[in-house]
């Protein structure tokens, strides 16, 4: 694990010198097959600060929620299973992200419009997050993802970081409550 962590580092190294030190968590680098084998598991959904109404309403509603990854390296395709508490119920939902390794991001299409995440790895293997529509002041924001329910301060202090520079402030952020959450884990 620390060799792959080790190897991600050296890929992006080019794309540290152009960037203010202090906002470099915020650049997807790009995906391999060594990052999809390290997806490939249950992430909780801890908090997101979104300007995109559609999206910020959803995080509103979110009690709790849990995903699993499932990936198909070859195929460059992530499928995703969405476990839900909105309104104290448990909901599930199931949807397949198409991976663009090169720029770091995945998409899904809904309409006829193809929506893009941004994979933004932390310094805790533990933690990641995804970023949406970063070009875009009036729709833009961060979800965190941690492994456990709780995220430890550091990834914490990363995602708070990364709410700054991207222009949102930190009283945006919205949290989940895992004592709310209605899925069985």
């Known amino acids: 694990m620390v060799l792959h962590w080790a190897l991600e580092a050296l890929c992006v190294l080019p794309l540290l010198n152009s960037q203010n030190p202090a906002c470099t968590n915020v650049t997807a680098m790009p995906i391999t097959s060594a990052t999809l084998d390290w997806l490939t598991r249950r992430w909780f959904f801890i908090a997101s600060a979104f300007r995109k109404p559609e999206y910020k309403q959803g ?5 709790a929620e849990f995903i699993y990854f499932d990936t198909r390296p070859r195929e460059d395709k992530l499928w995703v299973r969405e476990h839900m508490t909105i309104g104290g119920r448990c909901t599930q939902n199931s949807t397949i992200l198409s991976v663009h390794r090169e720029n770091g991001t995945f998409s899904k299409t809904e309409g006829n419009r193809e929506n893009f995440g941004h994979l933004l790895l932390l310094r805790d293997p ?7 529509f970063l070009e875009d002041e009036h729709n833009r924001g961060p979800s965190f993802y941690a492994d456990a329910p709780e995220a430890s301060s550091e990834p914490l202090e ?3 970081e990364a709410i700054r520079c991207v222009g949102l402030r930190t009283s945006e952020i919205l949290c989940v409550d895992w004592k709310k959450n209605k899925c069985p884990l």
Request: proline residues 0%; glycine residues 0%.
């Open 59 to 63: 995080a509103q509603e979110m009690q």
């Open 126 to 132: 533990r933690s990641f997050m995804l970023a949406f």
């Open 158 to 160: 990363e995602f708070r």
